[in-house]
């Protein structure tokens, strides 16, 4: 009898919770699969906004990190992207002219400084049942109740520094800063939407752009730029897929 046959026997016999055993099959596909993926060799415009330079650095490096996401993280990824589908479908129902593909097929983003920088976005609003301008950026998310509730609050730009830099580096790039842009964020939990007009902050996209060509101009002259914490225990540190390279490698620069 061949092995895998066997196996199929003993799994047969199993009755009742066999949750563990599955989902190590399928979290172990899913790491092999996200490992092999080429690293991403250029400044990201949905990282651009974290405060870490040398992390960024090291994205753009194309290093390999300390440690790779779980399973569990990856399903977490996955989910977000099934929010977004759905997401597009529902506004597209209600009347929303949401653009993801440009003629070619491709989908919308920019490039700059010889491929180091890069985006896609979301989509791309050309029409809406609201008598307004166009066309403007609609970034997508989703989020935990807990989370989705402090955006609903305090919007994007006091809750979550990375997502906001996202959408004015995006605006700003794809040359949408005339209009505001609409950041949508579904809850997981609940599937509430809260959806928020969100102004194009020039200083804040200069900033930005001033610090990936800073990160840029230390690779290129092989320099390391600094951490975001002077104490590897930091919560930046202690989360960061760098944390070994940056403290025990690359010493005490």
């Given at each position: 009898?061949?092995k895998?046959?066997?196996?199929?026997?003993k799994?047969n016999?199993?009755?009742?919770?066999i949750?563990?055993?599955?989902?190590?099959i399928?979290?172990?596909?899913?790491?092999?699969?996200n490992?092999?993926?080429?690293?991403?060799?250029y400044?990201?415009?949905?990282?651009?906004?974290?405060?870490?330079?040398?992390?960024?650095?090291?994205?753009?490096l194309?290093?390999?990190?300390?440690?790779h996401?779980?399973?569990?993280t990856?399903?977490?990824?996955g989910t977000g992207?099934?929010?977004?589908?759905?997401?597009?479908?529902?506004l597209?129902?209600?009347?929303?002219?949401v653009?993801e593909k440009d003629k070619?097929?491709?989908?919308f983003g920019?490039?700059?400084?010889?491929?180091?920088?890069k985006?896609?976005?979301d989509?791309?609003?050309?029409?809406?049942?609201f008598?307004e301008?166009?066309?403007y950026?609609?970034?997508?998310k989703?989020?935990?109740?807990?989370?989705?509730?402090?955006?609903?609050?305090?919007?994007v730009?006091k809750?979550?520094?990375?997502y906001?830099?996202?959408?004015?580096?995006?605006?700003?790039?794809m040359?949408?800063?005339?209009?505001?842009?609409?950041?949508?964020?579904?809850?997981k939990?609940?599937q509430?939407?809260y959806?928020?007009?969100v102004?194009?902050?020039?200083?804040?996209?200069q900033?930005?752009?001033?610090?990936?060509?800073?990160?840029l101009?230390?690779t290129d002259a092989?320099?390391l730029?600094?951490r975001?914490?002077?104490?590897?225990?930091?919560?930046?540190?202690r989360?960061?897929?760098?944390?070994?390279?940056?403290?025990?490698v690359?010493?005490?620069e």
């Amino acid at each position: 009898m061949l092995k895998s046959e066997e196996k199929k026997i003993k799994l047969n016999k199993l009755v009742g919770d066999i949750s563990d055993e599955i989902n190590e099959i399928i979290d172990d596909k899913l790491e092999k699969d996200n490992q092999q993926q080429p690293r991403r060799e250029y400044i990201g415009g949905s990282s651009i906004g974290d405060d870490c330079k040398r992390k960024l650095q090291y994205r753009l490096l194309g290093l390999e990190p300390d440690k790779h996401f779980e399973g569990r993280t990856l399903r977490i990824f996955g989910t977000g992207n099934a929010f977004e589908d759905m997401a597009i479908g529902w506004l597209t129902r209600a009347g929303f002219n949401v653009r993801e593909k440009d003629k070619t097929g491709k989908q919308f983003g920019f490039s700059h400084y010889n491929d180091r920088i890069k985006g896609h976005v979301d989509g791309i609003i050309m029409a809406s049942p609201f008598e307004e301008d166009y066309p403007y950026l609609w970034e997508c998310k989703s989020a935990n109740d807990s989370n989705w509730k402090k955006f609903k609050k305090n919007g994007v730009a006091k809750t979550n520094k990375v997502y906001f830099a996202q959408i004015v580096v995006y605006q700003y790039y794809m040359g949408l800063t005339e209009n505001p842009a609409l950041f949508t964020v579904v809850n997981k939990n609940t599937q509430e939407i809260y959806h928020e007009r969100v102004l194009f902050d020039s200083q804040f996209a200069q900033e930005c752009s001033d610090k990936a060509a800073l990160i840029l101009k230390a690779t290129d002259a092989q320099e390391l730029m600094p951490r975001v914490a002077f104490d590897r225990d930091h919560f930046n540190c202690r989360f960061c897929e760098f944390s070994k390279r940056c403290w025990d490698v690359d010493g005490a620069e």
